[in-house]
């Protein structure tokens, strides 16, 4: 960023300024509050998320350094229901993002379609990626697509569901220009969230734990070759490793050798 687009110091402190403000009014609006779900709480809580947003921005434009502070995720800033007791109608929003991980393969899947097809393609969409991704689309449900995206060259992404709550269903053809302008986070009755995010987090867990385990393996193998150890060590007044050794050898040649009567005993049972 050059020096001409960067904010002056007098913009970062009113910034900051502005982040003490939000966090009075916060405060306030938690002190003040009628339940667990008061709205001016959550409205308080957004202000001052914004205000320490624009600050962190503008302190790192200006100064290079960031703050301490970290925005909750959607997850936790969802705003309190605000919708009706008892719904009568609903709508399900549905987020999924897909990247496209084989062209080619997405595309052969596609020309299969259009030799299926008995009325034929006039043009070969299956040619191109978009072609292909509309007559996928087209011809399968999006849930087969979900639960089959690696046939189709499909890498997921993140995706969302919101189930939101209403009085009475739409009209038809109501909100087909937009369907998704009138989707009021404050009548979510419940959502669900994929993301890799998340399974980062749950594998950091995992890491952990396999240390520990790791270290605890470690001990108990050290305990049991120290026990060992103090088994095959020499006591007091005991007998050593090395003078079992030489009491089985001994044994062993006595067996071995024969005595001196042994083979005219062998011999006179022949006869």
């Given at each position: ?30 002190e ?19 205000a ?27 705003p309190?229901?605000?919708?009706p ?45 978009h ?31 919101w ?15 937009a ?64 003078e ?28």
């Amino acid at each position: 960023m050059s020096d001409a687009a960067q904010p002056t110091a007098a913009e970062v402190r009113a910034a900051a300024e502005a982040v003490k403000t939000a966090l009075d009014r916060h405060l306030a609006a938690v002190e003040r509050r009628s339940g667990e779900e008061d709205p001016a709480v959550y409205d308080a809580f957004n202000q001052l998320a914004a205000a320490a947003e624009a600050y962190d921005e503008l302190l790192y434009d200006r100064y290079d350094e960031v703050t301490p502070f970290e925005i909750p995720g959607t997850e936790d800033s969802m705003p309190p229901y605000t919708g009706p007791e008892e719904p009568s109608a609903l709508s399900v929003l549905i987020r999924r993002d897909y990247s496209v991980a084989e062209p080619q393969r997405l595309m052969a899947q596609a020309r299969r379609v259009e030799a299926a097809d008995e009325e034929g393609v006039a043009a070969e969409s299956s040619g191109t990626v978009h072609g292909a991704l509309g007559l996928l689309f087209g011809e399968f449900e999006p849930d087969e697509i979900a639960s089959r995206h690696k046939e189709f060259g499909l890498e997921e992404g993140d995706s969302t569901l919101w189930v939101t709550a209403a009085d009475e269903t739409a009209d038809p053809g109501e909100w087909l220009e937009a369907p998704f302008d009138q989707a009021d986070p404050e009548l979510v009755v419940c959502r669900f969230d994929v993301s890799a995010v998340f399974d980062d987090e749950y594998d950091d867990g995992l890491d952990d734990d396999d240390e520990d385990d790791a270290d605890a393996d470690a001990d108990a193998d050290a305990d049991v070759d120290d026990e060992m150890d103090d088994e095959t060590d020499d006591d007091e007044g005991g007998v050593g490793a090395g003078e079992l050794d030489e009491d089985l050898d001994t044994d062993l040649d006595d067996d071995l050798d024969p005595d001196e009567d042994a083979e005219p005993a062998r011999l006179e049972a022949d006869r």
